[in-house]
């Protein structure tokens, strides 16, 4: 009966909270009502939450029977005589657990909420068109449905296995968000699959960052600009070392020359870059230095077992649905298990019986912009000694409850064009040119050794990866891949008004970051530096620091690694910020009583911040309030502060890069030393009495995909969460919204692979199901699943046929 009980409370908590939000808006104004009908309303939502059954499909067009087994998690594993027959049934069983989730973000990406939310979400839709989205969804969604490869095809095999499941669902059996919202599904095309690619490389490397840095690059002497921002220091762990001997190539040189006086063009209504801030929470946030992701393996030079092991963890925002969707394919060609997302007619992140591969991203500066010079009419700008026209493209936005929205698009020879503090500025993005990642994942699948894996790898274009690989052969490898722009310079603003600042092509894929099975028996990749070598330029103020060498301290203090190892290394939570601060802290001299009990309760900590720990929660305190001594100055409030580890010296050196100067506090007349600011940090902590743990503060959030507060019945949160900005298992902020989103392991140890995974959430997207949110418990405690990999090396039950 308790178990009863345990299981009932949930959707009656659920209910109670949704009875609740339906007189409240969602984003916009409009009436949820048909949520209350006793029959098509929340009853049918619960209804159809009865977890799916294994089944045979034959939808129209499919050329035999398709096996779709589901396993206790609500996992398809889907067995198929060919491609197309896999492909279909994969897009009609992601759609039947996840329909609303593959809608909203093709919505998001291409500028078309409000003509189901309303007013709320058009300033969010604007910018999306602004930055020029929604036209290169449309762009490459063309590019691949004329392309004649399998990859290509598949985008069309998955939407007419999608809309199989639409068109079957009546009104009552739509997921609730549409009934809430009151629309009807759109038909899948090739776009929602494009929307979804551009949208994970605008999450991954839409940086807003030129403005910012040119700011700095004015306003601090060129010597504070390098030691606050450099390109690279010494604190940080590369992932190809100098000593690897085996970086990209080429040297690296500046733009020089003034930047062009401007003039603001009268074409485009002045919008910057600044994301609008929505009722919905808005997704337009883009690529921010410092949230990445982690991935390493050891060799059978370092493993127990004298084979691979690979680990991975990919750090987005945790939403529910989640953002992955499990599932197993097999067929003639392709036997792989893994995650992808929805809207994706492949695995993204995948295991074979002979390989496995996961992702970090590069955080490669990817984009850059082009300060324009106009002349007077405000429609032309200067490029090589001529004037250009400007481009423009009237806007149309459908808003519901309301009249469209009518404007006009601006775009240069490099892209979209918007306006700054600096003037017009025309954007280079990798998200605008064309795309072949999806031929790449195909390709990856179907490779049997790590050259032909190679081979597939070299049609990955954006976002740019580091993509860690591992098979049973004993081959571990690493390379940062996709489209590298190869380019002067792309720091700050450039010169739009020549050619000479243009990207020359991309560097080529033999010249990008790799190593392959590195004598030390280990690679790893934590959104660091690439490489330690020079090279064309990728990128400066690499934030990503103390993670890289928390997991090189891990991996090169031992041998003998085994699976057990590497997920204990995924929920590492030692806060290296100490390692550089307790040691300081500990030579410290004319502390008051309370200060003094503090630096004792720091000294006796182990450095790790877990949710029991209150050390953790004074460290945290003491180490904001530090920083916010430290980087006080007036400067700050117009350009990025600098990295924590700025306040400390590189290891090998005596002193801090950063001049002196910068550690006095303004609020005082006095010149303080970082002594003095450390100590009045201290200080500011007062008694280090009644703790609270660091678990009672420090929680984590899984808000529903759409953010909206209004459906916060369905999100979960308040859950005591380890870890802290920059620890190995990441949850930056006190109520963590972005952390692993899946975490997986890989033992080649003994023949086929074995495997363990978890992801925050579950399978389906109906709140009222038992896999809405199922694995969320095991997710917090760092436990994991062991994942089904019996097919991937047993015969097709449908019996053997070439792909379709």
């Known amino acids: 009966m308790r178990r009863r009980i345990r299981y009932l409370l949930p959707p009656v908590a659920l209910l109670v909270g949704l009875l609740w939000i339906l007189g409240r808006p969602v984003g916009g104004s409009f009436t949820p009502g048909p949520l209350l009908e006793p029959v098509r309303g929340l009853y049918a939502t619960a209804r159809h939450a009865t977890p799916h059954e294994s089944d045979v499909l034959l939808l129209e067009g499919m050329t035999s029977p398709v096996v779709v087994d589901m396993d206790a998690r609500g996992v398809p594993h889907i067995t198929a005589g060919s491609d197309r027959d896999a492909v279909m049934a994969m897009g009609y069983v992601v759609a039947r657990d996840r329909l609303f989730e593959m809608e909203f973000l093709w919505r998001v990406a291409t500028g078309r909420l409000s003509e189901v939310l309303g007013r709320d979400a058009l300033a969010q839709d ?34 007419e296995g999608a809309n199989a499941w639409i068109s079957s669902l009546t009104r009552d059996e739509y997921p609730f968000e549409y009934r809430l919202l009151g629309f009807a599904p759109a ?12 949208f994970m490389t605008f999450d991954l490397s839409y940086s807003s960052g030129d403005v910012a840095y040119e700011q700095a690059r004015r306003l601090l002497s060129a010597e504070d600009y390098a030691a606050l921002f450099p390109e690279a220091s010494g604190h940080e762990e590369p992932i190809v070392p100098a000593s690897a001997g085996a970086a990209s190539g080429g040297q690296a040189t500046s733009v020089s020359g003034a930047l062009p006086t401007h003039q603001t063009s009268r074409s485009w209504r002045p919008g910057g870059e600044a994301a609008p801030a929505i009722g919905l929470q808005s997704l337009a946030r883009g690529y921010i230095e410092g949230t990445g992701s982690n991935n390493w393996a050891v060799s059978g030079e370092g493993s127990a077992s004298g084979k691979p092991i690979l680990a991975g963890d990919m750090h987005l925002n945790l939403s529910l649905p989640a953002i992955w969707y499990e599932i197993g394919l097999y067929t003639p060609t392709a036997r792989s298990y893994g995650v992808t997302f929805p809207s994706v007619p492949v695995i993204v992140e995948g295991i074979t019986d002979r390989h496995a591969w996961t992702f970090t991203n590069t955080g490669a500066d990817q984009i850059d912009r082009y300060l ?306 450390l100590r009045e940090a201290i200080r500011r902590q007062g008694p280090p009495d009644d703790v609270t743990p660091w678990g009672d503060v420090h929680t984590l959030q899984m808000r529903h995909i759409t953010r909206s507060p209004a459906l916060r019945a369905v999100w979960r949160e308040n859950m005591s969460y380890p870890g802290w900005k920059e620890t190995l298992s990441p949850a930056r902020g006190m109520q963590a919204t972005h952390s692993a989103s899946w975490r997986v392991v890989v033992d080649f140890s003994d023949g086929p692979p074995r495997a363990w995974g978890v992801y925050p959430g579950g399978q389906s997207g109906n709140p009222f199901s038992r896999h809405y949110d199922a694995h969320v418990e095991t997710f917090v405690s760092f436990d994991y699943y062991a994942l089904d990999l019996t097919r991937i090396t047993a015969a097709n039950d449908t019996g053997e046929q070439d792909a379709q």
């Not at 910018?127 to 399998?150: C, K």
């Not at 038909?187 to 551009?198: D, N």
Request: no cysteine; aromatic share 10%; hydrophobic share 40%.
């Open 126 to 159: 604007q910018y999306f068109r602004r930055i020029g989205m929604a036209r290169a969804v449309h762009d490459q969604a063309l590019r691949t449905e004329r392309l004649t490869s399998d990859a290509g095809r598949a985008m069309g095999w998955y939407a």
């Open 187 to 198: 038909p899948f095309t090739a776009e929602h699959t494009a929307a979804l690619q551009l």
């Open 372 to 677: 324009l010079t106009l002349d007077a009419s405000g429609g032309q700008y200067l490029h090589d000694g001529a004037y250009r026209p400007l481009t423009l493209i009237p806007d149309t936005i459908r808003v519901r409850g309301g009249e469209p929205v009518v404007s006009t698009l601006t775009y240069s020879h490099h892209g979209p064009v918007e306006d700054t503090p600096f003037g017009p500025v025309a954007v280079r993005w990798v998200g605008h040119e064309p795309n072949r990642t999806l031929e790449a994942l195909w390709g990856m699948h179907r490779a049997r050794s790590h050259a032909e894996f190679e081979e597939a790898t070299r049609q990955w274009d954006s976002p740019m990866q580091n993509i860690l690989y591992a098979d049973a052969d004993g081959t571990i490898s690493i390379r940062a891949t996709g489209y590298w722009p190869r380019r002067q310079s792309g720091e700050g603003l450039l010169d739009g008004s020549t050619s000479d600042a243009e990207w020359q092509g991309r560097v080529p894929f033999d010249e990008l970051p790799a190593w392959t099975n590195p004598g030390r028996g280990f690679l790893t990749s934590t959104n660091q530096r690439p490489a330690a070598a020079a090279g064309p330029y990728m990128g400066r103020d690499w934030r990503s620091v103390f993670r890289s060498r928390r997991i090189h301290t891990l991996l090169s203090g031992k041998k003998g690694h085994d699976a057990e190892d590497l997920k204990a290394y995924q929920a590492d939570v030692h806060a290296v910020q100490a390692d550089y601060l307790i040691p300081l802290v500990d030579t410290l001299s004319g502390l008051d009583p309370a200060g003094q009990e503090l630096v004792r309760r720091l000294q006796g900590w182990d450095r790790r911040m877990t949710t029991t720990s209150r050390a953790a929660t004074l460290f945290a305190a003491l180490a904001d309030t530090l920083y916010d001594l430290v980087w006080d100055e007036p400067v700050f409030m117009d350009i990025p502060r600098p990295h924590f580890v700025r306040m400390f010296a590189e290891p090998g050196e005596e002193a801090p890069a950063a001049d002196p100067v910068w550690f006095d506090m303004v609020s005082t007349p006095d010149r303080e030393t970082f002594a003095d600011v």
